[in-house]
């Protein structure tokens, strides 16, 4: 169901940013007294830049702001030789030496706007920012992302803005020692399970194995663990546990309650699974699309490579946006197509979430979730 668009009058509802960018620095990155923290955005959402540059400070540490806009980016990728479009910038290289963790957000609000400009100009400025990306990586710079919703995000999805905006800062403005305790407990139930089972009112009736594939938690906190680990990256909104599967073990019947691609909703898909392969079953609304996207896919997109399972209290409805949807409390998405970087053995130019709203999960006869509600 598509909901109605927001009258004239209607806005997103005013964020205290000072709390979130709290939780930020202090619980999910871990900002130390005396550390560099790069800060980046743009001109749209500057009111939460400049909250994240105050927490920086009021954990003693030193923050260095980074803004652009739609305007100067287009200028930019327009009016810029391609011959400097794709020069390495060397003294940023040396600059991230002294810094110690990033904080990034949108730099513009409408990235559509940058589709216009030919692709050779895109792909020059992206290669110069690869550089700069893989050095950062290469050092193990903590880095932290948590994307900034505008009207723009919201076209083609079926929610309106003010209910996405509200929805989204929810999610952000959580209690993370909650979800990190909820989420180990929730891993350590999966690890060693022989068995899943996955039902529901709507017609699913799955079983799988996880073997010994890795069971890994997105809670939204740095831990010292997660940093001697390598994992130096934290995306928000968290709240997921998520595992490949033994893709050959995924068997039986999976009815979709929501998926969204090439902004269409899809609900009500009817797929038999056999040794992890799917395939649709007679010809429900937006069967045509479904079929097209995994006929246009490369290596193996129609394969099951992930079980996954939302813990955000504060999303509360699918609406085709990725950051929230995949963490809705309760929920169990089943994703098509490549997980070979979490464990799995599907190679595939697709990775695409299917939902199943209020899902039981049996771990060898256990509940896990009954009815959507998790038995933790």
Request: charged residues 25%; glycine residues 10%.
């Amino acid at each position: 169901m598509v909901e109605r668009a927001a009258s004239a009058g209607q806005k997103q509802s005013a964020i205290d940013f000072r709390p979130i960018a709290d939780k930020i620095v202090n619980t999910c990155l871990g900002v130390a007294p005396g550390e560099v923290v790069q800060i980046g955005g743009g001109v749209h959402n500057f009111p939460l830049v400049a909250a994240l540059a105050a927490a920086v400070r009021r954990a003693g540490a030193f923050p260095e702001i980074n803004v652009t806009s739609d305007d100067l980016q287009l200028e930019t990728l327009t009016t810029v030789p391609v011959e400097y479009l794709e020069a390495v910038p060397r003294h940023r290289l040396k600059w991230l030496e002294d810094v110690d963790a990033m904080i990034v957000t949108d730099a513009v609000a409408d990235p559509a706007r940058a589709m216009a400009v030919p692709e050779e100009r895109r792909r020059a400025a992206q290669l110069a920012a690869e550089a700069v990306h893989r050095h950062i990586f290469e050092r193990g710079t903590r880095w932290l992302y948590v994307p900034y919703p505008t009207p723009a995000t919201r076209a083609g999805l079926p929610i309106t803005f003010p209910n996405l905006w509200s929805m989204f800062w929810r999610a952000v403005d959580i209690d993370y020692e909650r979800l990190t305790q909820e989420a180990a407990r929730l891993a350590a139930r999966l690890e060693g399970v022989r068995e899943l089972r996955l039902v529901s009112d709507s017609g699913t009736d799955l079983t799988l194995a996880v073997g010994e594939r890795p069971v890994l938690v997105d809670d939204g906190v740095m831990s010292d663990d997660d940093r001697e680990q390598g994992d130096t990256a934290v995306n928000l909104p968290a709240g997921e546990v998520f595992v490949a599967p033994i893709e050959a073990s995924v068997n039986g019947r999976l009815v979709v309650d929501f998926a969204f691609r090439n902004g269409q909703a899809m609900r009500g898909l009817d797929l038999t699974v056999r040794e992890g392969r799917v395939q649709l079953e007679g010809a429900p609304p937006g069967g045509c699309s479904f079929r097209e996207i995994l006929a246009m896919g490369h290596g193996d997109p129609d394969v099951i490579g992930e079980l996954g399972i939302g813990l955000n209290p504060g999303v509360d409805r699918f609406c085709g946006w990725g950051p929230t949807d995949e963490k809705r409390r309760g929920a169990v998405h089943l994703g098509l197509g490549e997980n070979r970087y979490f464990g799995g053995a599907v190679a595939a130019d697709l990775h695409w979430d299917l939902f199943v709203e209020r899902p039981t999960l049996l771990a060898d006869g256990r509940p896990l979730i009954e009815a959507g509600e998790l038995r933790l």
